[in-house]
Structures are given as structure tokens and as C-alpha cells.
């Protein structure tokens, strides 16, 4: 249901023109697809009968960091492809894209830690304030960069490249010190 959810957005952006939105709630939806993941493997039990494997718990952590990398990135290449042929301004593209990685990386690395370490129920408070403080964040962070003519070369012309590369940085840093902190806490809990 969400990739559904993520054509359409991708559709009604490129009919519309708006690179912000064809980047923007496609990316946000596809980072909270691990944590669904996590909700339908507690639910079913297997976080449990994956013991049975020869898996361990920090390859179970492991793989939920990973297919956020993974889903993130694909969805990047994908807006990133639709966007060049689509003529939108490469430069608003790529600063869009690069914040929008950025805030699933940071996202994800501040929630899943409390995920591991409390389960997905308990967690599910957590993950709403989250998600209220981050959209909240997010919303107020790209009116400060939004220019007037979101379809061409207008979008965050206030933001520089390098200022999106730096970010970006900070939030790989703060992913990986989450995945420490996940597996340790993860390798702790009773399953």
C-alpha cells in the first residue's frame, strides 16, 4: 500500500510540475518502512523465530538500517531520473533530495533505537511525537529555503550545495552512532 501511496505522489508531482513534492512525500514515506517492518515482525513473532537461524540480533538491527539506505537511495535514483527527464531544475533535484535523505537517516537513527529497545508497541508513542516533532521541524526548516517558483531553478536557491552536503554528513554520523546504539540495546533485550 505504500509504494501505491508513493506512485501517486510521484504521479500528481511530475503532472503538476513540483519537484518538492514529487521528492518530498515519497522519500518521507518510503523511511518509514523499516519501522512497519518492525511492527509486522513483532507482530508475527518473528523476531522471535529468527533466533532459530544462524542470525544474530545485530544482523537483525543490521538489516533494518540497511533497507532504509536501500529503499532512500532507489527512491532517490528514481525522483532524480524522473526529474532529469522531466527538465526539472537538476540543482533543486539533487539539495532536495540530499535534505530529504538526510532527515530519513536522522529520523529513522533517533526512532529506531527506542524501537529496539522498547518494541514496536510501546514504541508507537514515541513514534507519533517523533514524527509530529520532525514534521513540524522539517515543515518549518524548508519555509526558511522555499523560494515562490517551486518547478524550476527558484527551489532553495538559498541553499547551498555544500551546506546539503554537510548536513547530509551529520546525519551519517548520527545513523551510525544509532546503529550502535540499536544493536547494543537490541542484544540486551529479551525477545
Same mark, same amino acid.
Given at each position: 500500500? @505504500?509504494?501505491? *501511496?508513493?506512485? #501517486?505522489? @510521484?504521479?500528481?508531482?511530475?503532472?503538476?510540475?513540483?519537484?518538492?513534492?514529487? /521528492?518530498?512525500?515519497?522519500? !518521507?514515506?518510503?523511511?518509514?518502512?523499516? *519501522?512497519?517492518?518492525?511492527? =509486522?515482525?513483532?507482530? $508475527?513473532?518473528?523476531?522471535?523465530?529468527?533466533? /532459530?537461524?544462524?542470525?544474530?540480533?545485530?544482523?537483525?538491527?543490521?538489516?533494518?538500517?540497511?533497507?532504509?539506505?536501500?529503499? /532512500?537511495?532507489?527512491?532517490?535514483? *528514481?525522483?532524480?531520473?524522473? %526529474? #532529469?527527464?522531466?527538465?526539472?531544475? =537538476?540543482?533543486?533535484?539533487? =539539495?532536495?533530495?540530499?535534505?530529504?535523505?538526510?532527515? %530519513?537517516? *536522522?529520523?529513522?537513527? /533517533?526512532?529506531?533505537?527506542?524501537?529496539?529497545?522498547?518494541?514496536?508497541?510501546?514504541?508507537?508513542?514515541?513514534?507519533? =511525537?517523533?514524527?509530529?516533532?520532525?514534521?513540524?521541524? $522539517?515543515?518549518?526548516? +524548508?519555509?526558511?529555503?522555499?523560494?515562490?517558483?517551486?518547478?524550476?531553478?527558484?527551489?532553495?536557491?538559498? $541553499?547551498?550545495?555544500?551546506?546539503?552536503?554537510?548536513?547530509?554528513? $551529520?546525519?551519517?554520523?548520527?545513523?551510525? !552512532? %544509532?546503529?550502535?546504539? +540499536?544493536?547494543?540495546?537490541?542484544?540486551?533485550?529479551?525477545?
Amino acid at each position: 500500500m @505504500i509504494f501505491a *501511496v508513493i506512485v #501517486v505522489f @510521484i504521479i500528481i508531482g511530475v503532472t503538476q510540475h513540483n519537484v518538492l513534492f514529487m /521528492t518530498l512525500y515519497p522519500l !518521507l514515506m518510503l523511511s518509514i518502512i523499516p *519501522v512497519s517492518i518492525l511492527s =509486522v515482525d513483532e507482530r $508475527f513473532g518473528w523476531d522471535k523465530y529468527m533466533l /532459530t537461524f544462524p542470525i544474530t540480533k545485530k544482523d537483525y538491527v543490521t538489516s533494518k538500517y540497511l533497507l532504509n539506505i536501500i529503499l /532512500t537511495g532507489l527512491g532517490s535514483v *528514481v525522483i532524480f531520473v524522473l %526529474s #532529469v527527464l522531466m527538465k526539472f531544475d =537538476v540543482k533543486s533535484t539533487l =539539495v532536495s533530495s540530499v535534505l530529504l535523505i538526510a532527515f %530519513s537517516l *536522522v529520523y529513522n537513527g /533517533t526512532l529506531l533505537p527506542f524501537m529496539f529497545r522498547f518494541g514496536v508497541v510501546k514504541g508507537k508513542i514515541i513514534y507519533m =511525537v517523533s514524527f509530529f516533532i520532525w514534521g513540524a521541524l $522539517f515543515g518549518g526548516m +524548508s519555509g526558511l529555503f522555499y523560494s515562490e517558483n517551486a518547478n524550476t531553478s527558484g527551489l532553495y536557491n538559498n $541553499f547551498s550545495a555544500g551546506l546539503a552536503g554537510l548536513i547530509l554528513v $551529520f546525519a551519517v554520523v548520527i545513523y551510525t !552512532l %544509532s546503529w550502535f546504539i +540499536s544493536a547494543k540495546v537490541y542484544n540486551k533485550r529479551n525477545v
